[in-house]
Every structure is written in structure tokens, then in C-alpha cells.
């Protein structure tokens, strides 16, 4: 592993019910016994409140001894000019100025550009070619995506922007490109049923060989089910218990593949990898029983972030930063 490699997790906004502003303090205190470098925080600040908010959160963390990137789920498919894109983006790196040391550029742009018009996948693939996407929302996206660049770019000059997708969706990374778009580094999702198929290693040498130069970083990383996993919660949200596909299960799988993921990036020779930031902090259970993000948190809590509780996960993470962090001094 690379002596500059970063280990950071996914924290949301004060908009999202477990993650209210008053345990700031506490989500940095956490963050720090996991060993975590860099903090990757959601949001797009448009107006003067919105923007105090957000320098106030990367200070809070830059202050701290993070790294901090701001991702920017903006919404790219609206009706605009790559010119309005730019100035916006511009905009925002003007303000964010030295609290920001990755810009990501709006949030898994490859799965909403494989969605038809009416609903569902436009040409179900695995997003290697350009028939698996809407030609319309491709159109978009490139707009999109070169406004925003130029415009980060622009306005914070010393950041490096990125660009994220998921799966081996690298169609419309090509395609970025040939437009002559350009990111400093490309972000990848990565979950565990994908590494069930494909290991992630041979996707890392495709983009190191396609991409060369550019640096790799998994903005999002974890175990995860699309199965009854979430009968683990009272209907009314409000705390977790043992029943259905019960948590010590489900927390057990999570651990394991931890592990697993961690020895696999330990073990590989991956030149373009530059680290690895986990999703996320802490259980969302205010998105109901059987939404597929409710449990993809390292710490268990009540829907508005109290009475946290570390899974089993949080240990076999927290030991296995601190490994590697001391193979790679």
C-alpha cells in the first residue's frame, strides 16, 4: 500500500435525521479512534445560510486534523447550460476555498444515466457500452460534468475535483473523457455483492491502464444485502431489536467482509489506489424498515442519531486501519 493512502468514512448533513448538528463533536471523536484521515461530507450550498453551514463543517473537521471532501449530489439532470453549470460550481469553490480538499461532482452520475424515461433501466447491462444508457440524460451529463469541473477548477484552484460511478459502469467514464473533461480523481462505489462477481482489483488495473495518472479513491465501501435485513426495527423506527434476519447476523456478515475487503486491498499491488472512505457513520432507521440504506451504518442508534451503539464491524475496522497504517509508515 501507498504511503500517502487516507482511510476516511461518509458522514451526512444536519438534513439527515441520524445525523443532527449537535453531535458533531461526537461524530469526530468516533472518527478519530476508527483512524479516519478524511471526512466525505453530502451537501450543495446555495445561499449565504447554506454556505456558513458548510465552511463551518469543513473547518470543523480541516481544524481536527481532516482531510475533508465535499460531495456535491447535485442535480445534474436539470435543464441548464454547461455555462450555468460552471458559474454555480464556480461559486462554490470561490467560497469553499481552502476548506475543501476533494470536490466531488455531483453523485453516482453512471446509475441514473442507465434509467429510461418511464421508469427502470433503459438497456439492463453492465454499463461497458454505451447501449446500457440513456441517450438523453448522456447528453446531459457530459454537460454537466464539464461545466462543474471547469468551474471547481476556477474557483479552487489548489483542490482536486472527482468524479465517482459504481460497478463496472466505465462506459460513461470513456465518454467524460472524450469529451475532454478533466478530473484529478476518479471516485468508485463498491459493495460487497459486486466483489462477489468481479474482483475490485481487476477493475483498479483497467482504470490505472486507461486512466493513467489519475488516482483512484473508494468514496463509498461497504458490506451490504438487498434481503429481508430489516425486520431488525420497530415499525415505528425507534430502535433496533433481535427478530427476522436478526442484527448480531447480519452485524457478523458485515464484520467478516470487513476483513476480507481490507486483506484483499493489503495484499494487492494497486498502484492507482489512494484510499478508501467507508459508508457510513451510523444506521439510518429513519428511512423506514425496508429501505435498503437503513443499516449500512458501523454504529447502531435511534432514527435521530441517539444512543449509539458500535456493530461488530466497528472493531474489525478500527483494528484494521490501525494494521495497516502501521505496515505502511
Not at 462554490?92 to 455531483?106: A, L, P
Not at 415505528?236 to 442484527?247: L, P, R
Request: charge should be negative; include cysteine.
Amino acid at each position: 500500500m501507498r504511503k500517502d493512502f487516507i482511510f476516511g468514512m461518509n458522514i451526512h448533513n444536519k438534513g439527515y435525521e441520524a445525523y443532527p448538528q449537535h453531535y458533531e463533536e461526537e461524530y469526530k471523536t468516533i472518527c478519530k479512534d476508527l483512524g479516519m484521515d478524511i471526512i466525505r461530507f453530502n451537501f450543495n450550498p446555495t445561499d449565504e445560510e447554506t454556505f456558513e453551514y458548510a465552511i463551518h463543517t469543513a473547518k470543523f473537521y480541516k481544524d481536527s486534523g481532516f482531510k475533508f471532501m465535499l460531495c456535491m449530489d447535485y442535480p445534474w439532470w436539470e435543464d441548464k447550460t454547461e455555462e450555468e453549470f460552471y458559474e454555480y460550481f464556480k461559486s462554490v469553490g470561490e467560497r469553499m476555498r481552502g476548506y475543501v480538499d476533494y470536490y466531488q461532482i455531483f453523485n453516482e452520475i453512471d446509475v441514473h444515466a442507465m434509467t429510461a424515461d418511464e421508469g427502470g433501466l433503459y438497456n439492463p447491462g453492465d454499463g461497458l457500452i454505451i447501449d446500457n444508457y440513456n441517450p438523453r440524460l448522456v447528453k446531459k451529463a457530459v454537460t454537466a460534468v464539464k461545466g462543474a469541473l471547469r468551474g471547481i477548477k476556477e474557483g479552487d484552484p489548489q483542490a482536486e475535483s472527482c468524479v465517482n460511478f459504481s460497478w463496472w459502469h466505465t462506459k460513461l467514464l470513456e465518454l467524460f473523457d472524450e469529451a475532454g473533461c478533466k478530473w484529478d480523481i476518479t471516485g468508485l462505489d463498491w459493495y460487497s455483492e459486486m466483489e462477489d462477481i468481479s474482483s475490485v482489483v481487476h477493475l483498479l488495473e483497467w482504470l490505472r491502464r486507461r486512466f493513467p495518472g489519475r488516482d483512484v479513491i473508494f468514496c463509498e465501501c461497504n458490506w451490504r444485502t438487498f434481503t429481508n435485513q430489516h425486520d431488525i426495527v420497530t415499525e415505528d423506527g425507534k430502535a433496533a431489536v433481535d427478530k427476522g434476519y436478526n442484527f448480531l447476523e447480519r452485524d457478523a456478515l458485515q464484520a467478516v467482509w470487513i476483513s476480507d475487503f481490507m486483506n484483499l486491498i493489503k495484499t494487492s499491488d494497486i498502484k492507482n489506489l489512494r484510499g478508501i472512505i467507508f459508508y457510513e457513520l451510523v444506521d439510518q432507521i429513519a428511512y423506514g424498515v425496508n429501505h435498503a440504506e437503513a443499516m449500512y451504518g458501523f454504529m447502531r442508534c435511534e432514527r435521530n442519531g441517539d444512543n449509539k451503539v458500535p456493530k461488530i464491524a466497528y472493531q474489525v475496522l478500527k483494528n484494521k486501519i490501525a494494521e495497516l497504517k502501521s505496515e505502511i509508515k
